[in-house]
């Protein structure tokens, strides 16, 4: 059940194409969610996937997805940096520096905008949602759209073609490590 979800949720992230993808996992479907990860994990870890809760209730799960390589490249970017240091993120941190800053930002009551940066939003679009601009809105999709939308149009459709064609894998009876691990 935790792998469809991942499956579906975050392949993008799974195949190293996006940064980072976040699902929320119903407890109550899937009552062990956290051994289920450590599990996952123990699988993963040596082709640098990683999963992690960065919020969590009594009744869900948010679990970030990600490859370490491909989102410590992405954090380290400049502009994101910069963007980041603007909501308490330092300037020198690793990534497990920085997901320990978002997953307190998300315990807060309002909800950290800047998660953007770790899914791989485009700046101006994030900067654009973050000051409510939605009359000059272009596209609704994996995110809110303010510049660009034919590269954006693009991006969905590889997301999406990689989400099926993950999708249909684990329909066929392969797992995660399976599809992610051969050697």
Known sequence: MLENLIAYHCGPALSGIKPSNIVSCQKKLIPNIKNEIQKLNNQLNKNDIYLEIICECDRRALIMVYRKKVMEEHLDK???????????????????????RLK??????????????????????????INKTENDCLLTGEWKVYHNAEAAKKLFHRYSSCRNALVRKILKGNSLEQIFCRV
């Open 78 to 100: 400049r502009n994101n940096k910069k963007f980041l240091i603007n909501f308490g993120y330092f300037e020198k941190g690793s990534i497990s520096d920085y997901i320990e």
């Open 104 to 129: 307190k930002r998300l315990s807060y009551d309002s909800f950290p905008h800047e998660i953007g940066v770790f899914l791989g939003y485009p700046l101006y679009d994030i900067y654009c949602f």
